[in-house]
């Protein structure tokens, strides 16, 4: 029997180019040597290093398992080393992703986001790895649902024996730290009582019902309930298994042409489209945006990781771009006002809490039935 593959994702705000649109070469030509140097030591079986936006990302293939030391080290020491360099070129927000001064053991609640999966090769072991920025952990709520349980996206659903038995979902109270596993398509109300809030509900994993093996798995880290304060976008990506057992490419893709609403944005305050994009593509500008996910192909043999192939670089989806510039426009006319800027509820962890601590003093009962002074 082979030995299992585990494949790690891992990404990092440690410096935008310029502001926050995009990435420094100087940086992704360091995590390259970096991490060439580690797989000729052997920790790694192959990477892949990328960037959405202004985050730095890392596709790393082990077979050490999830959480392991020795592979999380390294990603902080690329982040760390790379963050170096971004101060000396004076890029914005240097390092704002690294929350922590040391590494102590893995990646949580230290900053960069993650997801992990480990699992036995398929004869044949398609993969594509999402990559999204100027926007937080939830945005792949709605496409992961609708990837592995809803038959109008996913025709297997209905005529794959392989995906007829459906999948069970793993979902995060980020704000209770608990989970829940639900099952489609039985349970496919209270599922989406859930994730219909993805702004406290995120799919942190789903599995296949008919064989028990790991389908996808997304980041759930929360930059705000870690930091207690707004220090930029959680910037999510995540990992989803193709054919035989699981969806078919198309089928995984076809989500992302309809450019769904997403928390993030400017400041991450606002409500925006999320835009499918080659990764030459991936630099948002205006007003910081609108947010935006690449999707890069793999195929796994023994771990190494032939391709990418830069799968929304593809004329089809270009309807779905031509959209969310619609969307964009219409939002952005809203200006301050809701639904363009997130409910106040949602507004804590950001920095307009400033703004009302300035103001608190002036606020007066609402019984007080003085006369307000005339103004001439």
């Not at 989803?240 to 400017?266: C, D, K, N, Y």
Request: charged share 20%; net charge negative.
């Amino acid at each position: 029997m082979a030995e299992p593959i585990t494949l790690s994702v891992i990404k990092a705000d440690i410096g935008g180019y310029v502001g926050h649109s995009g990435m420094h070469p100087a940086l992704m030509e360091a995590a390259q040597e970096r991490l060439e140097f580690a797989r000729r030591q052997g920790d790694l079986i192959d990477f892949h290093v990328t960037a959405c936006g202004d985050d730095l990302g890392l596709v790393l293939t082990h077979t050490l398992g999830n959480d392991n030391e020795i592979i999380h080290k390294l990603a902080w020491q690329v982040f760390a080393e790379c963050t170096d360099i971004a101060k000396e070129l004076k890029l914005y927000g240097a390092g704002q992703d690294l929350l922590s001064d040391a590494f102590s053991g893995n990646m949580k609640g230290m900053g960069p986001g993650y997801a992990e999966m480990t699992f036995e090769e398929r004869p044949a072991e398609p993969i594509i790895i999402f990559f999204a920025d100027k926007t937080s952990a939830g945005a792949w709520n709605l496409p992961l649902y609708r990837m592995f349980a809803d038959p109008f996206t996913t025709a297997g659903l209905v005529i794959s024996p392989e995906l007829h038995q459906g999948f069970c979902f793993v979902v995060l109270d980020v704000k209770e730290n608990r989970t829940i596993e639900l099952n489609a398509p039985e349970e496919i109300y209270d599922l989406l009582a859930y994730i219909g809030s993805p702004g406290r509900y995120t799919i942190s994993q789903v599995y296949s019902r008919a064989t028990g093996d790991i389908a996808a798995a997304s980041s759930t880290q929360r930059l705000s309930l870690i930091a207690g304060k707004y220090v930029g976008k959680d910037d999510p990506v995540c990992i989803v298994r193709s054919q035989s057992q699981f969806p078919a490419v198309g089928e995984i893709l076809e989500p992302f042409a309809t450019p769904h609403l997403v928390e993030g944005w400017m400041r991450g305050s606002h409500h925006g489209p999320l835009m499918p994009v080659s990764v030459a593509q991936a630099t948002p500008s205006r007003f910081d945006g609108p947010p935006r996910v690449i999707a890069l192909g793999f195929q796994l043999a023994q771990g190494r990781l032939i391709g990418p192939r830069d799968m929304f670089d593809d004329p089809s989806f270009d309807e779905a771009r031509h959209q969310a510039n619609l969307i964009a426009e219409y939002l952005r006319r809203h200006g301050p006002f809701e639904p363009h800027r997130l409910p106040l509820a949602d507004m804590e962890y950001t920095t307009l809490p400033q703004i009302g601590q300035k103001l608190e003093h002036r606020w007066r009962d609402g019984k007080d039935k003085e006369e307000p002074v005339a103004a001439f």
